[in-house]
């Protein structure tokens, strides 16, 4: 059974740092992965999406890798801003599965 | 760009009573998933259907049933509502090679259950 892990659960940074995010996943025989971001109460917007076959994918400020074989993957945002506080969560989806599979999520806080 | 529309936004019900949820996908996405979020917690699975048949099953109570209709759009029925049915209910939906561009999720509905 699949199950998807994000350390850390919360991290505040001052405005202008650059962080990491990670996520690992049990079973690398993902389809492919997504990192989205939630604001409280809010919906889930997608912001990066990687193939199994793909290393890393890149949107601004934000660049996601992927380490398939050893089951991990990153978020990095660079130049951090107020406006990047909410909750980053990592899901994987696996080869012929519908579903995908969430971790709890990091909060993440950048502080004025 | 067209988004994954839920609706209602949100939605109080009473103990026992019955709720409908209704998703319409993004255009031309034939696969839809319905996915529980509790306070705190992360996102879990219920159902999802491909081509109006149910295509994965996940967590779902027996007095919640769901479909897809002939336009893709899905509706979740949720029957006998307990207080601990309350949580955010997203839809989302994604082209059947999920390789094309992942899953897009809608808003939200907010059931609370009182």
């Known amino acids: 059974k699949q199950e998807v892990t994000q350390i850390p659960a919360a991290l505040s940074v001052p405005e202008g740092e650059n962080l990491v995010l990670n996520c690992s996943f049990t079973?690398?025989?993902?389809?492919?992965l997504q990192w989205f971001r939630q604001d409280p109460g809010k919906g889930l917007t997608s912001l990066l999406l990687?193939?199994?076959?793909?290393r890393e994918q890149t949107s601004g400020r934000l660049n996601a890798s992927l380490d398939k074989s050893s089951g991990r993957s990153t978020l990095y945002i660079a130049a951090s801003q107020p406006g990047d506080s909410a909750t980053y969560l990592c899901?994987?989806?696996?080869?012929?599965?519908?579903?995908?599979?969430f971790g709890k999520g990091t909060r993440l806080h950048i502080l004025p | 760009a067209a988004g994954v529309i839920q609706s209602p936004r949100h939605l109080i019900k009473e103990k026992r009573e019955t709720a409908t949820l209704k998703c319409y996908p993004i255009?031309?996405?034939?696969?839809v998933y319905w996915y529980q979020q509790g306070p705190g917690q992360d996102p879990q699975f219920l159902i999802s259907?491909?081509?109006?048949?149910?295509?994965d099953k996940g967590s779902i109570p027996d007095r919640f049933s769901a479909q897809q209709f002939s336009d893709y759009h899905s509706e979740l029925n949720m029957s006998s509502l307990e207080l601990g049915d309350s949580a955010l209910y997203f839809c989302?939906?994604?082209?059947?090679?999920?390789?094309?561009?992942?899953?897009?999720f809608g808003s939200g509905t907010r059931l609370t259950v009182v």
């Open positions: 079973d690398s025989a993902i389809y492919n």
């Open positions: 259907f491909y081509e109006k048949m149910q295509s």
């Open positions: 989302a939906s994604s082209p059947r090679d999920r390789g094309l561009g992942g899953y897009t």
């Open positions: 990687i193939q199994s076959s793909q």
């Open positions: 255009p031309r996405h034939d696969t």
């Open positions: 899901a994987v989806s696996g080869w012929g599965d519908d579903k995908i599979i």
